[in-house]
């Protein structure tokens, strides 16, 4: 079964999004740590979203489906802000002294932690597209 | 997002509930900022009322830890948080820049 | 009667449960003892599994306060006190002697 | 209905005492405050009868009868230490600085604060007998 919402793409729509997500994904009997970890996933992908694709908030909408297979759980979410080389992103600053540690970043290196697979792809048609994916174990 | 703030001797425990996201994180820097801003940097943040904290809420804490630790002045502590909120914080490598308690008696009585 | 003690950085928290008679006062006067022994003079007594205490039990309580405001360098503070014991305690004229908080943590954070 | 126990005279007896009084005085229906008021004051009048008419633990045995009535509450307490006089009992300390506080004294002044009355007698035959009383309020 495939769950699709339309959010605004502002701050206020990510409590909303959350209760979507655990809604939508309680069939899949996630425990109470990968339930976390996939909203916390998506709150990150929404966020850069607003904050990268969109440059702020209130700039146009954020399409979230969530499928529930036997073994995977599958969220896309979608946009047509402007497209970013995942490539591009610079890894986390490990071992930094507090006072290097530069207040930004993280987001995208907490989503591949989160989840098994985050794939990204954008085409001028469809726009950007982020699959997010996690096993599901029995 | 409410937060109250409780001035102790030594320190203060700043307290909220719900989620620190993006939509909240500047609630919360407010109050933070309230209290460094007063010099005082001595903070433990009880977080036993918060389901969820994203990257933003982090970095939050981070900007404070900074401005506790410069010139040894202080620390902000981090208690009765939850187990989830811990792994993730752990897993994006900032565990490390704050001490952790159970209690928030103990959280207090460390300053 | 069982009494444990913990020790944080500006003071020392006591705890115990049941009755404070002349059968268990000598026990809560042994760990008291030892804490003013030690030279640490700022000691909460938290009471919140405390039923019952009899004038044996303030007397042990006001000879660790005199110790511990001797050269005003410390005190016994109380916390989490059952209403009846607050009552009788005032009743007997002894409740002038203790500062006597709700909470644990303002407790310890009045240090 | 009088319900009537007979205690060794030591500190171990107390908390055995003090359920004891809380048993049989179920019946009068008295608030949680007035409860804990007898208990204490049925337990200085023991202290003081091992600390004082017997001098110590381990010396004699204390009876301990509970009478609940329809408007009050009786309790005698026999003895066979030695005898005293109230009237020499020292008056409590009041306004004395902590450093002045004398640390004893008070379990006598307690008992006549928390009970409507606190009767003494002493006889050759019957030893010493102590009756406190509480007003039962409906
Ligand atoms: N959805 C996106 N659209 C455009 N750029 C993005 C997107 N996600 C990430 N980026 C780029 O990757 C960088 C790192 O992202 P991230 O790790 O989430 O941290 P932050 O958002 O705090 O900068 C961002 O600064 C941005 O340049
Ligand atoms: N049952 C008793 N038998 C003999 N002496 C008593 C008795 N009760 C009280 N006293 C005398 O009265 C004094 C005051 O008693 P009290 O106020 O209970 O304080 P404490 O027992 O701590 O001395 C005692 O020191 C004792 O001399």
Same mark, same amino acid.
């Given at each position: ?138 | ?7 102790? $001797?030594?320190?203060?425990?700043? =307290?909220?509930?719900?989620? @620190?996201? %993006?939509?909240?994180?500047?609630? #919360? ?12 940097? $001595?903070?433990?943040?009880?977080? =036993?009322?918060?389901?969820? @904290?994203? %990257?933003?809420?982090?970095?939050? #804490? ?25 792994? %993730?914080?752990?897993?994006?490598? #900032? ?17």
């Amino acid at each position: 079964m495939q769950r699709t919402r339309v959010f605004p793409g502002n701050y206020k729509s990510l409590a909303e999004i959350s209760s979507f997500i655990e809604q939508s994904i309680k069939e899949a009997g996630l425990d109470t740590r990968d339930v976390y970890a996939v909203k916390l996933a998506v709150d990150e992908a929404c966020c850069n979203i607003i904050d990268h694709a969109y440059g702020g908030e209130h700039k146009g909408e954020m399409e979230i489906s969530v499928q529930v297979e036997t073994d995977c759980l599958k969220i896309e979410l979608r946009d047509q802000g402007k497209p970013f080389n995942p490539a591009d992103v610079p890894p986390p600053q490990f071992n930094a002294t507090l006072e290097e540690l530069e207040e930004h970043g993280a987001g995208y290196y907490l989503m591949k932690k989160l989840m098994d697979s985050v794939h990204y792809e954008y085409s001028p048609q469809t726009g950007n597209r982020m699959i997010l994916k996690k096993r599901i174990k029995n | 997002m409410e937060v109250s703030i409780t001035q102790y $001797k030594r320190c203060d425990v700043v =307290k909220a509930a719900g989620r @620190v996201d %993006s939509n909240t994180a500047p609630s #919360l820097a407010e109050a933070l900022d309230s209290i460094t801003e007063a010099g005082r940097f $001595k903070i433990v943040f009880d977080m =036993k009322d918060i389901s969820f @904290v994203s %990257s933003k809420g982090w970095w939050v #804490l981070i900007d404070t830890q900074k401005k506790c630790k410069r010139y040894k002045r202080g620390e902000l502590v981090l208690v009765n948080i939850h187990k989830e909120i811990q792994e %993730s914080l752990n897993l994006v490598g #900032l565990g490390t820049y704050f001490q952790i308690f159970d209690d928030l008696t103990a959280a207090v009585g460390s300053f």
